[in-house]
């Protein structure tokens, strides 16, 4: 079972993120190996904050050592090689990890691409559930086994590829 919870700071515009977040981190699961997360009686917790592009500069310059907004954060909880164990918990429950969106990026993002931001932060929480699962796209060898991942997670969405005009990801 999946149990995703969102935390939304102002400024993102009022669609329903929690039925957006829901779907797009359900979609991105069942695509991926771990699908049986979904009907387990194991809980796979996920939490989605959707806050200022400030509060991702500063957790992207703390973690990742790089000062400067970005679209999306992942924070695993789980190592990859650990999650065909988490079966197996004590307590029921598994934290896979947390998203964080900018705001500000993905709005800036979504324009460019002529797109919405709901679609835009729907292909990001599937990009960074992604990410939760083990998958780094900075690794060649992962990089086109992800962004397939993820057409596929998308596309179960009614959204298009992104990646569709140029080589690299996210």
């Not at 929690?18 to 779907?23: D, F, M, N, P, S």
């Not at 679209?71 to 650990?82: A, K, W």
């Amino acid at each position: 079972m999946l149990d995703i919870a969102i935390v939304l700071e102002d400024g993102w515009p009022g669609i329903d993120w929690e039925e957006l977040a829901e779907r797009a981190v359900t979609s991105a699961i069942v695509h991926s190996p771990y699908a049986e997360f979904v009907q387990s009686p194991v809980t796979y917790e996920i939490a989605v904050k959707l806050t200022s592009d400030e509060e991702v500069h500063q957790l992207n310059r703390n973690y990742r050592d790089k000062d400067k907004p970005t679209n999306v954060l992942s924070f695993p909880m789980v190592q990859r090689d650990l999650l065909e164990g988490t079966a197996n918990t004590d307590d029921g429950e598994v934290l896979l990890g947390d998203i964080v969106l900018a705001e500000g990026v993905c709005a800036h993002e979504a324009q460019g691409k002529g797109i919405s931001i709901a679609d835009h932060a729907a292909h990001l929480i599937v990009h960074g559930t992604f990410h939760l699962l083990g998958y780094d796209h900075m690794v060649d060898a992962e990089a086109e086994a992800m962004e397939a991942l993820e057409i596929r997670a998308l596309a179960s969405l009614g959204l298009p590829d992104p990646y569709g005009d140029r080589e690299t990801g996210v």
